[in-house]
């Protein structure tokens, strides 16, 4: 298995302003994921991180909008820019492992926007 | 297109046995999980199937039919602490998980 920790864990932001959610792994992992969870949904994949390769963004989900960075491999950052209500929600990251590559999550990051 | 099913919300009550079920239609199949997420928190890995077959974790098993892309979640002795959304995820050709809505399981004493 892997830890995953996640900064910050809540936040409440304004309108138009951006914000930036860290995920740092205790372990080197190739593959994480990012995903956002709307209170009383599944999960929804906002994009994979690969480290060495630009992220793959989901249908819906454009790079101008969440902007993401993996730098090495056990630690990501993903923002959310130009926030609206509408992006009030659970953000997670998640790493998979070896085969079968099960996926780990980080505690999440509670997001309300103003 | 991609698709899974699992009902929405299922009540059982504390010490009985419940059957969650899910159906999928992926491209490809590497595997299928379940997973738990209690409320306000991050889902749980709780099994992995690839072949058909049942697993049994302790209280838990999962079963498998990739014939029929079919699979059930099964919780012995339910206790209180297992009231949880509990997530059917299956992993396609790409190794990427589709998620399941998530059935909610309420338990009563």
């Known amino acids: 298995s892997a830890v995953i920790s996640q900064k910050p864990s809540r936040d409440i932001c304004q309108r138009g302003t951006s914000l930036t959610i860290q995920c740092q792994v205790d372990s080197q992992v190739t593959m994480m994921f990012w995903y956002r969870q709307q209170p009383g949904q599944s999960l929804t994949l906002i994009a994979t991180a690969n480290q060495g390769s630009e992220a793959t963004y989901e249908s819906g989900f454009v790079i101008d909008k969440f902007p993401i960075s993996r730098p090495n491999l056990t630690f990501s950052t993903l923002t959310v820019s130009n926030m609206s209500p509408e992006d009030s929600s659970i953000y997670l990251c998640?790493?998979?492992?070896?085969?079968?590559?099960?996926?780990?999550f980080g505690p999440g990051t509670r997001l309300t926007v103003t | 297109g991609q698709n899974i099913d699992q009902p929405t919300e299922m009540t059982a009550t504390e010490g009985a046995i419940v059957q969650i079920n899910c159906t999928y239609q992926?491209?490809?199949?590497?595997?299928l999980f379940w997973y738990q997420q209690h409320a306000g928190e991050a889902p749980t890995f709780l099994s992995y199937?690839?072949l058909d077959g049942l697993e049994e974790k302790g209280r838990f098993s999962s079963f498998l039919s990739r014939s029929k892309g079919y699979s059930y979640l099964l919780l012995k002795e339910l206790q209180m602490k297992d009231s949880a959304s509990y997530l059917c995820?299956?992993?396609?050709?790409?190794?990427?998980?589709?998620w399941g809505a998530g059935t909610k399981l309420i338990i009563k004493p």
């Open positions: 995820a299956v992993s396609d050709s790409n190794y990427q998980l589709i």
């Open positions: 998640s790493v998979a492992l070896s085969d079968p590559y099960e996926q780990y």
């Open positions: 199937n690839v």
């Open positions: 992926t491209s490809g199949f590497n595997g």
